[in-house]
Every structure is written in structure tokens, then in C-alpha cells.
Nanobody, 123 residues
Framework: QVQLVESGGGLVQAGDSLSLSCAASGRTFVNYAMGWFRQAPGKEREFVAGITWYGGRRNYADSVKGRFAISRDNAQKVNLQMYSLKPEDTAVYYC?????????????????WGQGTQVTVSS
């Protein structure tokens, strides 16, 4: 059974940093891009960052560029380091895996999803 399990969410203050991790299991994710999406209350899920397997190309949403950094330890683990957090970063953060290795901002490209982890940034 394929599982993506996010960890590291929590409550922080504006300006703080937080690191999220996603551990994948149940199959190998070699050749898969991995991505992070988020969904704030009352809003649609949106792309945050993606990283490809081949070449390690990174892609970021404009809203997090320069503040968030996606990295990959290996085929099964991806991280999201978040700096200078803002209240508008409050959301449930989801990890996802893309078999096309595009690392795109389109959630329909992603085949597997985690259950999400809550990040709350207080002002």
C-alpha cells in the first residue's frame, strides 16, 4: 500500500521558520517528482513547490519564492523548509508524487497524495 506521510506541522508565530517532511513508502519513488501543495480554509488547494527526480529541478509558487526551499533526501523523502512565515501561509500542507517527473504546479499531474499536516502562523 502506497503511503505518503507528512510531518513537522504546528503552530508558529509570524517570522518563524518551520520544516516539513514527507516519507513515502509502499513502492519506490525513483523517477517521480515530489511536490508540496496547501489548502487554506475556504480556499482551493494550491501548488507550493516541486522537485524533479532527474536533475533535481525546483519549481516554486510566486507567493513562497525566496522564503521556502524544497529538498529531497532520497527517492522516498522530501522536505520543505519554510522561512519568514506569514499568517497567509496558514494551511494544511500536502505532499504528492508525480510519475511523469514534471514537478509541475498542476495537481492533476500527481498520482499519490498524503493526508496533510496543519501549519498555523499567528500574527
Amino acid at each position: 500500500q502506497v503511503q505518503l506521510v507528512e510531518s513537522g506541522g504546528g503552530l508558529v508565530q509570524a517570522g518563524d521558520s518551520l520544516s516539513l517532511s514527507c516519507a513515502a513508502s509502499g513502492r519506490t519513488f525513483v523517477n517521480y517528482a515530489m511536490g508540496w501543495f496547501r489548502q487554506a480554509p475556504g480556499k482551493e488547494r494550491e501548488f507550493v513547490a516541486g522537485i524533479t527526480w532527474y536533475g533535481g529541478r525546483r519549481n516554486y509558487a510566486d507567493s513562497v519564492k525566496g522564503r521556502f526551499a524544497i529538498s529531497r533526501d532520497n527517492a522516498q523523502k522530501v522536505n520543505l523548509q519554510m522561512y519568514s512565515l506569514k499568517p497567509e501561509d496558514t494551511a494544511v500542507y500536502y505532499c504528492a508524487a508525480d510519475s511523469s517527473d514534471a514537478g509541475s504546479d498542476n495537481e492533476r499531474d500527481y498520482d499519490y497524495w498524503g493526508q496533510g499536516t496543519q501549519v498555523t502562523v499567528s500574527s
